[in-house]
């Protein structure tokens, strides 16, 4: 029997759809439920063939969960690293490779300097242009984080001002500065599996519930070929990022549909928001899916999907080393002696030492015995400073 699971947080009627779906499909050899996890050991294997992972994004323990799964066969859905790698602008870099259409897009030092850095981590950094900005830019433009979902922190505005005064209230974030597009239609577009899509217009000036309660404004030939073209931009984006599941968003100005918003893996698939008929397409469509990576998923594989940026750099690298000298080592198990899956034994493992004494590790509340005095280093001092250090931020 291989199990399909799905682990979620705060959203109460996707979860049980699917896995009501999945199960009333009754394909031989095939069940779903809500992901357990009790202990979570490194290494070891989950017992889910695959997992749809609808949030991660937000719960740093679960990523890492999620990661070990997935080096231990299961078909995690979304790839858990390509998604802790992967954020909006590095996206629309990859769009303009890829051929699709982005609003142009600036990447905006952070307001206030990160966490225990000081002006000398900034010396490499000169001080940023915002007329310069301006004039690439123009007004209206949205300013929002390079890495962000729910609207959190998203500016639109129409002058410096504006501008300055949004900058200066996004501390350590790190924002897109972005033409706005002046939009006739908009979309957002459901990929699932690479493959299938559902375009779905979109009036985001509407309530949140009711942003789906739209039309399509162009008609006729032209609106099948916007509909054409939109499908074959998905397809590229989503294949290209490797997510098998996701919603991209195109605003379309003069006929041409602009990329604005394509890294969602965990998206909005709630009834009460998306509404009824589109809520069974991704029903149906992530059952489908979840099913169709259950069968093919192989125990102890890679059953991840990467996309197209990554493998065709991996086939680079993989050219690359097989010149080299590099060579792979033999996986070596002393540590793993918790009952892990062990890799089967090298010919002529070393026995491990029963004098090395490991650290102590606490378990909560305990203290450690040290095995020995630890000692205790001081930081580097940092490189010579230089005789002008720079500002790091923006400047106005
Ligand atoms: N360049 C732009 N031109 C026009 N509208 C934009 C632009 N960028 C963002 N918007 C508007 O702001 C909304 C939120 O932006 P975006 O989707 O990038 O943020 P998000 O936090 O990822 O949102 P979500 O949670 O919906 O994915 C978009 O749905 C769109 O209506
Ligand atoms: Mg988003």
């Known amino acids: 029997m291989k199990k399909i699971g799905i682990l979620f947080g705060q959203e109460n009627t996707f979860p049980q759809a699917f896995v009501d779906r999945v199960n009333q499909k009754a394909v031989d050899g095939i069940t779903a439920e809500f992901v357990r996890i009790e202990e979570v050991e490194q290494a070891v294997a989950t017992d889910y063939a695959v997992i749809i992972d609808r949030i991660s994004q937000d719960v740093p323990f679960y990523r890492a969960y999620l990661k070990n799964a997935a080096l231990t066969g299961t078909a995690v859905i979304n790839n858990p690293f390509w998604w802790s790698a992967d954020e909006k602008f590095f996206n629309n870099a990859l769009a303009v490779q890829l051929g699709v259409p982005v609003p142009k897009t600036l990447l905006l030092p952070s307001k206030a300097r990160p966490d225990d850095t000081s ?79 559902l375009i779905m217009p979109y009036e985001p000036r509407n309530a949140p519930h009711q942003r789906y309660q739209t039309e399509m404004k162009t008609q006729g030939e032209e609106g099948e070929k916007l509909l054409a073209t939109i499908k074959d931009y998905v397809l590229r984006l989503c294949q290209g990022l490797g997510y098998d599941f996701n919603t991209v968003e195109f605003a379309v100005r003069d006929g041409i549909p602009i990329a604005i918003d394509f890294g969602n893996p965990a998206p909005d698939a709630d009834i009460n928001s998306v509404g009824p008929e589109n809520f069974e397409w991704v029903v149906e469509h992530a059952a489908n899916l979840a099913i169709e990576r259950a069968q093919a998923q192989q125990p102890g594989r890679d059953n991840l999907t990467w996309g197209t940026f990554v493998q065709k750099s991996a086939g680079q690298t993989a050219i690359a080393s097989s010149d080299g000298a590099v060579e792979v080592g033999t996986p070596v198990h002393e540590t793993n002696d918790l009952g892990a899956n062990p890799p089967a034994p090298a010919k002529k493992a070393a026995a491990p030492k029963k004098s090395a004494a490991p650290t102590p590790v606490a378990p909560e509340g305990e203290t450690p015995k040290p095995a020995a005095k630890a000692k205790v280093t001081k930081a580097a001092p940092a490189a010579d400073a230089p005789a002008k250090p720079k500002k790091p931020a923006a400047k106005k």
């Not at 830019?137 to 505005?157: C, D, E, Q, R």
Request: proline fraction near 4%.
């Open 119 to 197: 002006e000398n981590s900034f010396r490499n950094l000169a001080m940023f242009d915002w007329h310069k900005a301006f004039e690439k830019i123009g007004f209206p433009a949205f300013m929002k984080p390079h890495a962000g979902g729910g609207w959190k922190s998203v500016y639109k505005v129409d002058n410096p001002d504006e501008a300055w005064r949004a900058y200066d209230e996004t501390g350590q974030l790190v924002m897109l500065y972005q033409e706005a597009v002046d939009f006739t239609d908009y979309f957002r577009c459901y990929c699932l599996g690479g493959k299938d899509v």
